[in-house]
C-alpha cells in the first residue's frame, strides 16, 4: 500500500536524506530545513568554518649538562571561517637543532603557519657556558654551574610556557627542563635535571593525542637522575647526547649530558605539524602548491591527496606534516543561514562606590564590586525564537551615603550579577555582595562575589586614614585598605570578542582620609580618593571608586561603569534580522523597525553585535 511521503509524493517507500545522501523528491522549504539540520549533501560546496591545530618545531636541547628545548607554540580553535576560491598558507615549522658545544645555545624552533595564525617556535635550551634567554611558543630553560641566578627562556602568551630554573648546587647541577604547552619547565635540583613541561592534548584527528611536550634538562657529569621529556614530544635528558623530540608533535629537545671526555650535544626539537578538520559533507580541498607533505603525500603542484575520511568519523582531516605551499577550496560558497552557536560575553553594571561621611573623626568609603563578568563559546540558538537582552547600569554614586548595586546583564539564559555597591563607613561597614562584592569600610570584611563571575572585595582598617577595601573585580579580589592608602580594585578580565584585547568588569579603589592615597584601579574600575573618587568606564562593568570624607565635607564615591552584551559568529551566517525597540546595538537605538548592520570589520570572518545600553529582544 502506498504511503504519502516528503514532497506530498505517493510512494511505497518513504524519502531518506543524510550529509551523504539525498532519496526522493522533496520541496524546496525541506531541502532548507534539512541543511540547516546538516542532513542534506552539500555538493562542491566549501566550508564556511573549519577547525585546526598549528603546532610549531620545538627547540632543541642545551650541550653539556644543558637545559631542554622549549615546546612549540600549540594553538587551536574549533571555528576558523575560510573563503571559497581563496589561498591559504601553510608552513609546517622544522625543530631546532641541538647544541653541540657547551658554548652554543640550542637552536629554536620554526613557527608553524595557516593563513594569519602563527605558532612561534619553540626556545632553545641554554648550555654549560653561554645563558642568553631564549624565548618562544615555550621557553627553553636554564643552565650553567655558576653561582649566578640564570634566567630561563620565557612562552608565549596563549601558545606556552616559560622553561624551568637550573641551581647551581649539589653534585647534579641540574639544568632546567624546557616549557610546555601545559606547564611550565620543571625547576633543576642538586640530584636531578628538571622534568620537561607537558605538552596538551588535542582530538582533531579522531583520537587524543598530546603535542608540545618540552625537553628535559640534563645534569653535571652524568651525576643524579636525568630530566624526563613531557608529555608531548618532549625529547629526555640523557648522560651522552639528548633525546630528540618526536617528530610532528613540536616537542622540544632533551639535554646533553657531560663526561670526563666530552660533553654531550642537545636533542634536536620535534617538527610541528598543521592538521585541519571539517564536516565530510563539504568538499574537499581542490588544489595544493608545491612543496608540502599533506597526510603521507609530497604535493608537486598538480597532484591533489585525497582527504582522511577514516580517522574521525564523519569528518575530512588534512594533515600537513612538512613543507610550505598553499592550499585552496574551489567549490561554491554555501547558502548562508541563520548560525546555530554564537560566542558571548556578558558584563553586569558595577557597584557604585561609597561615600563618607563628613565629621572628626570622617568615615571612609570603599570601592564598588565590579559587574559579573561572563563569557563563552558554541552557545546554542535557534533561528526565529526571540532572544532577550538587558544591559545593566552601573550603580549610583554615594555622597555622605553608601554606593548603589549595579543591575544585572542579561543574554537568553544567561544572568550577570551587578557588583556591589561601595558602604560609607558610617555605621555601615562590611561590603555588599554582588557579582563581585564592594569592599569594607574600617573593621569590616569585603563583600562576596558571585561564583563563577567575580570576586570578593577587600577588607578595610581602623586607625590612621582608615583605607578602605578595594571593590572585587572578574580576576581577583579587592585589595585591603592600610592606614595609608586605600586597597586597590580587584583586577579584571580581558576579552578579544571584539577583535580587540580589551579589559572588563576590575573593581572600584577604595577610599583614603585626609592625606593618604586612595586605591588604584584598572579594567575599568575608578580610582579610590580622598574627597571625590573617580567614577568607572562605561559599557565595563567597573566598580567605582570609593571617597573620603573630610572634617566638614562628604566624601563622594564614583559611578559604577555599566555593563555590556556582546556577541559573535562567523560572518557566513545570516545576520540578525529584527530588533525590539530599545536597545542601544553598534552605536544605533532600535526602534523596533530598523536593523543595526553587524560589526564585520573589528573582528576579520565574524559577525559582531556589540549591546551597550536598554532592555528588548532579537531574532534571526
Excluded: C, H
Aim: charged residues 5%; without cysteine; glycine residues 32%.
Amino acid at each position: 500500500m502506498s504511503t504519502r511521503y516528503k514532497g506530498s509524493i505517493m510512494a511505497a517507500t518513504a524519502a531518506t536524506n543524510s550529509s551523504i545522501a539525498a532519496i526522493g523528491i522533496w520541496r524546496s522549504n525541506e531541502i532548507m530545513q534539512a541543511i540547516q539540520a546538516a542532513l542534506w549533501p552539500l555538493i562542491n560546496t566549501t566550508p564556511s568554518v573549519i577547525e585546526y591545530l598549528i603546532v610549531a618545531g620545538g627547540g632543541g636541547g642545551g650541550a653539556a649538562a644543558g637545559a631542554g628545548g622549549g615546546a612549540g607554540g600549540f594553538l587551536t580553535t574549533s571555528e576558523y571561517s575560510i573563503s571559497a576560491n581563496t589561498s591559504y598558507t601553510v608552513t609546517v615549522g622544522a625543530g631546532g637543532a641541538g647544541s653541540s658545544s657547551p658554548n652554543n645555545l640550542g637552536s629554536a624552533g620554526s613557527n608553524s603557519v595557516f593563513n594569519t595564525i602563527t605558532a612561534i617556535g619553540g626556545g632553545g635550551g641554554q648550555s654549560n657556558q653561554i645563558y642568553t634567554v631564549l624565548t618562544g611558543g615555550s621557553g627553553g630553560g636554564s643552565a650553567g654551574t655558576g653561582s649566578s641566578d640564570i634566567t630561563p627562556g620565557n612562552g608565549t602568551f596563549g601558545q606556552g610556557n616559560n622553561g624551568g630554573t637550573r641551581t647551581p648546587s649539589g653534585s647534579a647541577y641540574g639544568s632546567g627542563g624546557g616549557g610546555g604547552a601545559g606547564a611550565i619547565g620543571g625547576a633543576g635540583s642538586g640530584t636531578a635535571g628538571g622534568a620537561g613541561g607537558n605538552g596538551s592534548s588535542s582530538s582533531i584527528n579522531g583520537t587524543s593525542i598530546n603535542y608540545a611536550g618540552g625537553g628535559g634538562g640534563g645534569t653535571y657529569q652524568g651525576n643524579g637522575t636525568q630530566g624526563t621529556g613531557g608529555l608531548g614530544g618532549g625529547g629526555a635528558a640523557t648522560t651522552t647526547t639528548g633525546v630528540s623530540g618526536t617528530t610532528n608533535t613540536g616537542g622540544g629537545g632533551g639535554g646533553g649530558g657531560t663526561s670526563s671526555a666530552s660533553p654531550g650535544a642537545g636533542g634536536s626539537g620535534g617538527s610541528g605539524v598543521v592538521i585541519l578538520a571539517y564536516p565530510d559533507s563539504y568538499t574537499s580541498i581542490t588544489s595544493f602548491s608545491i612543496g608540502l607533505v599533506v597526510n603521507g603525500v609530497t604535493t608537486n603542484g598538480s597532484n591533489v591527496p585525497a582527504a582522511d575520511t577514516t580517522s574521525r568519523t564523519g569528518y575530512k582531516v588534512y594533515k600537513f606534516t612538512a613543507g610550505t605551499g598553499t592550499v585552496q577550496w574551489g567549490g561554491s560558497a554555501p547558502t548562508p543561514t541563520a548560525p546555530s552557536t554564537v560566542n558571548y560575553l556578558v558584563v553586569a553594571g558595577g557597584g557604585g562606590g561609597g561615600g563618607g561621611v563628613s565629621g572628626v573623626p570622617p568615615t571612609v568609603g570603599s570601592g564598588g564590586g565590579a559587574g559579573g563578568y561572563l563569557t563563552a563559546t558554541g552557545f546554542s540558538v535557534t533561528a526565529g525564537s526571540s532572544i532577550a537582552v538587558t544591559v545593566g547600569g552601573g550603580g549610583t554614586a554615594g555622597s555622605g551615603i553608601s554606593g548603589g548595586n549595579g543591575s544585572s546583564s542579561i543574554f537568553s539564559s544567561i544572568t550577570s550579577t551587578g557588583g556591589g555597591g561601595g558602604t560609607s563607613g558610617n555605621g555601615i561597614n562590611n561590603g555588599t555582595a554582588g557579582g563581585s562584592g564592594s569592599g569594607a569600610a574600617t573593621t569590616g570584611s569585603g563583600g562576596a562575589g558571585t561564583s563563577g563571575q567575580g570576586n570578593a572585595g577587600g577588607n578595610g582598617v581602623l586607625g590612621g586614614n582608615k583605607g578602605s577595601g578595594g571593590g572585587g573585580g572578574a580576576g581577583s579580589v579587592g585589595g585591603n585598605g592600610t592606614t595609608s592608602v586605600g586597597g586597590n580594585g580587584g583586577t579584571g578580565l580581558s576579552s578579544s570578542i571584539t577583535g580587540s584585547s580589551i579589559g572588563y568588569a576590575g573593581g572600584g579603589g577604595g577610599g583614603i582620609g585626609n592625606s593618604g592615597s586612595g586605591g588604584t584601579a584598572t579594567s575599568g574600575g575608578g580610582a579610590g580618593a580622598y574627597g571625590v573618587a573617580t567614577a568607572a568606564t562605561t559599557n565595563t562593568g567597573g566598580g567605582g571608586g570609593g571617597g573620603g570624607g573630610g572634617s566638614s565635607s562628604n566624601g563622594t564615591g564614583g559611578t559604577g561603569g555599566s555593563g555590556i552584551v556582546v556577541i559573535s559568529y562567523p560572518d557566513t551566517s545570516t545576520s540578525i534580522a529584527s530588533f525590539s525597540s530599545g536597545l542601544v546595538v553598534n552605536g544605533v537605538t532600535t526602534t523596533g523597525s530598523n536593523v543595526p548592520n553587524a560589526d564585520t570589520t573589528s573582528s576579520a570572518g565574524n559577525k559582531i553585535y556589540t549591546f551597550t545600553a536598554g532592555t528588548g529582544t532579537f531574532q534571526w
